[in-house]
């Protein structure tokens, strides 16, 4: 439930803290740590990889919060033209309504303005923010909420894990640096928010455990982008089906109550109203957002090979789909077992919702 970033900059035209040269990713330096994709998989192949934002999981909260706000706020006012146009000719109060009414509109509507402003950053703008990482011309395009594409070398980025300390929450962040290589000139995230316990936030320790999800995801893509898709497609069992459509109602139910799904039960339950909440703002924002579309140019040079083994990409489901079948079948292309269970065999006990956790702490 973290929107820095969408709601708020992240900070630029500054230095590199000391926290993030210690805490620094580097990319050709493989972590001993399982890759868990983290749902985070919108299309795979072996050009390029494409994954959803870090806000995509939560998608509906700040659209629930914005319209209920939104929503009170418009009955109260209603409420109290009601009550001046119902009250009795000879009640007479300390105050005239027309000058109550006035008072009361003029302090809602600086909340009203800040919620619809949160409104529009969720919908009636886009239903994902995309990012693309490309093996082959070695470039990472990132879809800005604005609409326009940073793109940028992967070598060139410097990847550092990033720390939300409102939440305590940790994310891995893509710098962009001047050429003094000191100076952040823009930021981007990717998908995987999570907590981290004090020994993996602890850098001089140098090295993950096993519930370190965030470094866990950025070597999902590190290994995509170093070793090729072979070394990470087993891993891949969803894909996220929005590059092209809306997602289903359902899809959204499913991806949001995956947020929990690992959750002990006495915390799902307390949980479950307000996911329940969120997945039907979630539907709403969907509906009034726009596809995003890569420019022709970036398309270009991510052209797929004919019979390529490696393209995955979700059904209307989610269900990941072989776009050549044949082709991976002769190459043993497939998913095999969940993350951190690679036992071989093919995943897919209990509810579609604890299947699409794939993990454990999801966000």
Same mark, same amino acid.
């Not at 119902?86 to 109060?93: K, L």
């Not at 940790?170 to 981007?188: A, I, K, M």
């Not at 307000?274 to 420019?295: D, E, G, H, N, Y």
């Given at each position: 439930?973290?929107?820095?970033? /969408?709601?708020?900059?992240?900070?630029?035209?500054?230095? /590199?803290? $000391?926290?993030?040269?210690?805490?620094?990713?580097?990319? &050709?330096?493989?972590?001993?740590? $399982?890759?868990?994709?983290?749902?985070?998989?919108?299309?795979?192949?072996?050009? #390029? /990889?494409?994954?959803?934002?870090?806000?995509?999981?939560?998608?509906? =909260?700040?659209?629930?919060?914005?319209?209920?706000?939104?929503?009170?706020?418009?009955?109260? *006012?209603? +409420?109290?033209?009601? /009550?001046?146009?119902?009250?009795?000719?000879? *009640? !007479?109060?300390?105050?005239?309504?027309?000058?109550?009414?006035?008072?009361?509109?003029?302090?809602?509507?600086?909340? @009203? +303005?800040?919620?619809?402003?949160?409104?529009?950053?969720?919908?009636?703008?886009?239903?994902? #923010?995309? =990012?693309?990482?490309?093996?082959?011309?070695? %470039?990472?395009?990132?879809?800005?909420?604005?609409?326009?594409?940073?793109?940028?070398?992967?070598?060139?980025? *410097?990847?550092?894990?990033?720390? %939300?300390?409102?939440?305590?929450?940790?994310?891995?962040?893509? !710098?962009? @640096?001047?050429?003094?290589?000191?100076?952040?000139?823009?930021?981007?995230?990717?998908?995987?928010?999570?907590?981290?316990?004090?020994?993996?936030?602890?850098?001089?320790?140098?090295?993950?455990?096993?519930?370190?999800?965030?470094?866990?995801?950025?070597?999902?893509?590190?290994?995509? %982008?170093?070793?090729?898709?072979?070394?990470?497609?087993?891993?891949?069992?969803?894909?996220?089906?929005?590059?092209?459509?809306?997602?289903? *109602?359902?899809?959204?139910?499913?991806?949001v109550f995956a947020n929990i799904a690992t959750a002990n039960v006495v915390l799902y339950w307390l949980l479950f109203p307000v996911c329940l909440v969120i997945s039907l703002f979630r539907f709403i924002a969907m509906r009034t957002s726009k596809i995003p579309q890569w420019p022709s140019e970036i398309e270009a040079t991510c052209a797929i090979a004919?019979?390529?083994? #490696?393209?995955?990409?979700?059904?209307?489901?989610? $269900?990941?789909?072989?776009?050549?079948?044949? +082709?991976?079948?002769?190459?043993?292309?497939?998913?095999? +077992?969940?993350?951190? &269970?690679?036992?071989?065999?093919?995943a897919g006990a209990g509810t579609k919702s604890a299947r699409m956790a794939c993990a454990k702490k999801q966000r």
């Amino acid at each position: 439930m973290e929107f820095s970033g /969408l709601i708020t900059k992240y900070r630029a035209h500054r230095p /590199l803290t $000391e926290q993030e040269r210690a805490h620094q990713l580097k990319q &050709k330096l493989s972590l001993n740590v $399982e890759p868990h994709y983290q749902l985070s998989v919108i299309k795979m192949n072996s050009t #390029y /990889l494409e994954s959803v934002d870090k806000w995509f999981a939560w998608k509906g =909260m700040i659209s629930a919060i914005s319209l209920v706000v939104i929503g009170m706020c418009v009955a109260l *006012f209603l +409420a109290m033209v009601h /009550l001046s146009l119902t009250r009795a000719p000879d *009640f !007479h109060g300390e105050t005239d309504d027309g000058t109550l009414l006035i008072i009361v509109g003029v302090i809602m509507l600086p909340l @009203l +303005a800040g919620a619809s402003w949160l409104l529009l950053r969720e919908s009636c703008a886009y239903t994902h #923010y995309p =990012m693309r990482f490309n093996r082959k011309t070695r %470039m990472v395009h990132v879809f800005r909420p604005n609409g326009t594409v940073l793109s940028v070398p992967w070598e060139k980025l *410097f990847f550092t894990l990033g720390h %939300m300390p409102q939440w305590d929450e940790w994310e891995v962040r893509g !710098h962009v @640096l001047e050429p003094d290589n000191q100076t952040v000139l823009e930021s981007f995230a990717l998908s995987y928010v999570g907590s981290l316990s004090a020994s993996d936030a602890n850098a001089t320790l140098g090295y993950s455990s096993a519930d370190d999800f965030v470094r866990a995801h950025w070597e999902f893509v590190r290994r995509y %982008m170093e070793d090729g898709p072979q070394a990470v497609t087993d891993h891949v069992q969803f894909c996220m089906p929005v590059a092209t459509l809306r997602e289903r *109602f359902t899809v959204g139910v499913e991806r949001v109550f995956a947020n929990i799904a690992t959750a002990n039960v006495v915390l799902y339950w307390l949980l479950f109203p307000v996911c329940l909440v969120i997945s039907l703002f979630r539907f709403i924002a969907m509906r009034t957002s726009k596809i995003p579309q890569w420019p022709s140019e970036i398309e270009a040079t991510c052209a797929i090979a004919p019979g390529d083994p #490696y393209v995955i990409e979700g059904d209307a489901t989610g $269900e990941r789909i072989a776009v050549f079948p044949d +082709a991976a079948r002769a190459a043993g292309v497939g998913f095999k +077992a969940a993350p951190g &269970k690679r036992t071989g065999a093919t995943a897919g006990a209990g509810t579609k919702s604890a299947r699409m956790a794939c993990a454990k702490k999801q966000r």
